[in-house]
């Protein structure tokens, strides 16, 4: 089952500009993490951001936790061409205290950026 | 390159037929899970292996679906008598430590 919502499902965007997605999920978390998926590609691992940190940020990426909304946002600063893709966040991945590590993603936000 | 493969790529079956997808992790992984996605929507979990273990799997593999990991190393996912819903994206990812899964490509799979 899906973990929750993302939002918008799908933005275009001018380069240069930022982008922003939001995503809510429906469990207690230990960590989120962000993923991104090339049109009919796999996934590539962006950023995690743990329960006990309410912001992070990696290059032009930034992503914000705000564990009491169980909502967290992902914003790409500067956007290029090449940053279009599908983005989705995930949760779980945990190993320990027997969990398998699978993740649970979202359902996704199809960012374009137009040249 | 060391990454996760996915073989094949793409896979176009008419219903009914069984189809069988292998992927092969990057080496000194330990654990693999398998997900399928459809269009529009984000990767769901299918299964699990750790080593040669099947640990856990989703209330979404139906009895059609059986996979397996020989030897803890490549792993196969077959889909015995293809229903039009079985038509995803079927990927695969490795791990050896937390919070870190590795993708690969994924195998296309439309049944007519």
């Known amino acids: 089952s899906q973990q929750g919502e993302e939002d918008p499902q799908a933005l275009s965007i001018q380069e240069g500009e930022n982008a922003t997605m939001n995503c809510s999920y429906k469990t207690s978390i230990n960590n989120l993490q962000w993923y991104r998926q090339n049109s009919g590609r796999g996934l590539v691992h962006l950023i995690l951001i743990r329960s006990n940190e309410r912001e992070k940020h990696s290059g032009r990426l930034r992503v914000t936790l705000d564990t009491s909304k169980k909502s967290s946002s992902l914003l790409i600063t500067a956007s290029r061409a090449a940053d279009t893709a599908s983005y989705f966040c995930a949760t779980g991945g945990d190993h320990g205290s027997g969990n398998t590590g699978k993740l649970i993603f979202g359902q996704g936000t199809t960012l374009q950026v137009k040249p | 390159d060391t990454g996760v493969s996915q073989d094949p790529r793409h896979k176009i079956t008419k219903r009914g037929q069984n189809v069988t997808f292998r992927c092969d992790p990057i080496?000194?992984?330990?654990?693999l899970y398998w997900y399928r996605q459809t269009l529009g929507q984000g990767p769901e979990f299918l299964t699990y292996f750790q080593n040669e273990a099947q640990l856990e799997k989703s209330r979404l593999l139906s009895d059609r679906f059986s996979a397996e990991r020989p030897k803890g190393s490549f792993s196969t996912l077959e889909i015995q008598r293809t229903e039009q819903g079985d038509s995803a994206m079927y990927l695969c990812?490795?791990?050896?430590?937390?919070?870190?899964?590795?993708f690969g490509p994924g195998t296309r799979l439309t049944v007519t």
């Open positions: 990812a490795s791990s050896l430590l937390p919070y870190e899964q590795y």
């Open positions: 080496s000194e992984h330990n654990r």
